[in-house]
């Protein structure tokens, strides 16, 4: 059986009064995921354990069929798992944007997308600077970077462990030094956070990217701290063999330290101008030579944290078009397969930052039987009566009951 799994990061929303009091995933043209429905069912999960942050990577690795409160350490090592940056005993990953500071606001959380080229200089500038046998900076993608901290004992891992990081884009237009780290690792962390808008600001890079009227980036910050997990392979969880499809290097590092193959697509951004089309091909492609295909398109959760409904309702168009649209089209002409679509969280434009509520799904094919509805959206998944505890549960009952 072909199965096939398709997020739209944070595509789920809360009612906007200038949609009409509509949700953006009900605004938006969307005939693939609602054929979807019409076909099979539409229903809620809790891909957020209670107690857990609604962040990307626990939710993303809910759904990927791994309990977050067994599996998961942090955010930094799952990144750097894709970008092959092994993480030791002693050592802590932390994802380290690149951010724009204007005064002490926090002005833009990704520096203005900036590019990959101008990212790995000013990263690799970094390393040199502030970097020692201790600290040591890789470039990811974009403003994506990554710091790995050796310590010098279990109660110093133990503390940078603890430490309260913020994420950025949770605090965009608010003063920067209310969110600065808190604990035991405050002095080392909020160190070279410091130190590093003094080096940066003076970087021709930002220089350039001031006088253009970009946004520069002019500081680091730190988020996301994890020691190095031990997941069991999916092939050995599930019995199938599969790929994910992903422009973030959280997802793609889940998907590496599980065994899944890692399917790059030319043009895939993680943002509004990523290759669409080319995911949507890629997946197919590769559904053709295994079992399972996981794909995430970051964009609506992009447009969610800046706050722009209508790029998020285009990202979610666009996502169910030539995603969505070329996966159904190429299951559909077979009885033996099953896909669902979901968000992994809601990213509401009012607020910018995610929440834990219930995302929707809808899931046909197999086995997979039909709950009344036509359309897929927030109010007809509740409406549904069909909740799923965990994203691990809703995964494991996809790819392995007979009946749903």
């Given at each position: 059986?072909?199965?096939?799994?398709?997020?739209?990061?944070?595509?789920?929303?809360?009612?906007?009064?200038?949609?009409?009091?509509?949700?953006?995933?009900?605004?938006?043209?969307?005939?693939?995921?609602?054929?979807?429905?019409?076909?099979?069912?539409?229903?809620?999960?809790?891909?957020?354990?209670?107690?857990?942050?609604?962040?990307?990577?626990?939710?993303?690795?809910?759904?990927?069929?791994?309990?977050?409160?067994?599996?998961?350490?942090?955010?930094?090592?799952?990144?750097?798992?894709?970008?092959?940056?092994?993480?030791?005993?002693?050592?802590?990953?932390?994802?380290?944007?690149?951010?724009?500071?204007?005064?002490?606001?926090?002005?833009?959380?990704?520096?203005?997308?900036?590019?990959?080229?101008?990212?790995?200089?000013?990263?690799?500038?970094?390393?040199?600077?502030?970097?020692?046998?201790?600290?040591?900076?890789?470039?990811?993608?974009?403003?994506?970077?990554?710091?790995?901290?050796?310590?010098?004992?279990?109660?110093?891992?133990?503390?940078?462990?603890k430490t309260s990081c913020t994420p950025p884009h949770?605090i965009t237009g608010k003063n920067i030094s209310k969110?600065?780290?808190?604990?035991?690792?405050?002095?080392?962390?909020?160190?070279?956070?410091?130190?590093?808008?003094?080096?940066?600001?003076?970087?021709?890079?930002?220089?350039?990217?001031?006088?253009?009227?970009?946004?520069?980036?002019?500081?680091?910050?730190?988020?996301?701290?994890?020691?190095?997990?031990?997941?069991?392979?999916?092939?050995?969880?599930?019995g199938v063999d599969g790929a994910v499809i992903s422009?973030?290097?959280?997802?793609?590092?889940?998907?590496?330290?599980?065994?899944?193959?890692?399917?790059?697509?030319?043009?895939?951004?993680?943002?509004?101008?990523?290759?669409?089309?080319?995911?949507?091909?890629?997946?197919?492609?590769?559904?053709?030579?295994?079992?399972?295909?996981?794909?995430?398109?970051?964009?609506?959760?992009?447009?969610?944290?800046?706050?722009?409904?209508?790029?998020?309702?285009?990202?979610?168009?666009?996502?169910?078009?030539?995603?969505?649209?070329?996966?159904?089209?190429?299951?559909?002409?077979?009885?033996?397969?099953?896909?669902?679509?979901?968000?992994?969280?809601?990213?509401?434009?009012?607020?910018?930052?995610?929440?834990?509520?219930?995302?929707?799904?809808?899931?046909?094919?197999?086995?997979?039987?039909?709950?009344?509805?036509?359309?897929?959206?927030?109010?007809?998944?509740?409406?549904?009566?069909?909740?799923?505890?965990?994203?691990?549960?809703?995964?494991?009952?996809?790819?392995?009951?007979?009946?749903?």
């Open positions: 059986m072909r199965i096939a799994i398709l997020v739209g990061d944070g595509m789920s929303d809360y009612p906007i009064q200038d949609l009409g009091d509509k949700t953006p995933l009900e605004v938006a043209k969307i005939p693939n995921m609602n054929e979807i429905a019409k076909n099979g069912m539409i229903g809620l999960v809790k891909t957020v354990p209670r107690g857990m942050k609604p962040a990307s990577d626990i939710a993303n690795l809910s759904i990927l069929g791994y309990d977050p409160k067994t599996y998961y350490t942090g955010r930094g090592p799952l990144e750097a798992a894709n970008i092959g940056v092994e993480v030791a005993e002693d050592e802590i990953a932390f994802r380290c944007n690149l951010i724009t500071a204007n005064n002490d606001m926090m002005s833009d959380y990704s520096a203005g997308h900036i590019s990959d080229k101008e990212s790995k200089t000013l990263t690799e500038y970094l390393d040199k600077r502030i970097g020692n046998e201790r600290i040591k900076f890789y470039h990811g993608k974009s403003y994506r970077n990554l710091v790995v901290i050796k310590t010098r004992s279990r109660d110093d891992l133990n503390g940078l462990m949770d969110y600065f780290p808190k604990g035991k690792g405050l002095g080392l962390l909020s160190k070279l956070m410091q130190d590093s808008r003094s080096i940066l600001e003076k970087h021709d890079i930002n220089r350039v990217r001031v006088d253009l009227k970009e946004n520069p980036a002019n500081m680091i910050w730190f988020w996301g701290q994890g020691t190095n997990p031990n997941m069991p392979s999916f092939k050995g969880m599930f422009a973030v290097d959280l997802v793609n590092g889940i998907g590496k330290l599980v065994g899944l193959e890692l399917v790059q697509v030319p043009g895939a951004t993680g943002y509004y101008d990523t290759n669409y089309k080319g995911k949507g091909e890629y997946a197919v492609n590769s559904l053709k030579k295994k079992d399972f295909i996981f794909v995430h398109v970051e964009a609506p959760d992009e447009a969610g944290h800046n706050g722009d409904m209508r790029a998020k309702i285009t990202a979610i168009e666009n996502f169910d078009r030539y995603v969505v649209g070329a996966v159904w089209k190429f299951l559909k002409g077979s009885e033996d397969y099953r896909i669902m679509v979901l968000s992994d969280h809601a990213t509401p434009v009012a607020l910018r930052t995610h929440v834990s509520d219930p995302a929707p799904f809808v899931m046909a094919g197999l086995g997979v039987e039909h709950n009344g509805f036509s359309t897929y959206n927030e109010s007809n998944a509740k409406l549904g009566k069909v909740i799923y505890k965990s994203g691990a549960e809703l995964t494991n009952d996809l790819i392995k009951k007979q009946r749903l």
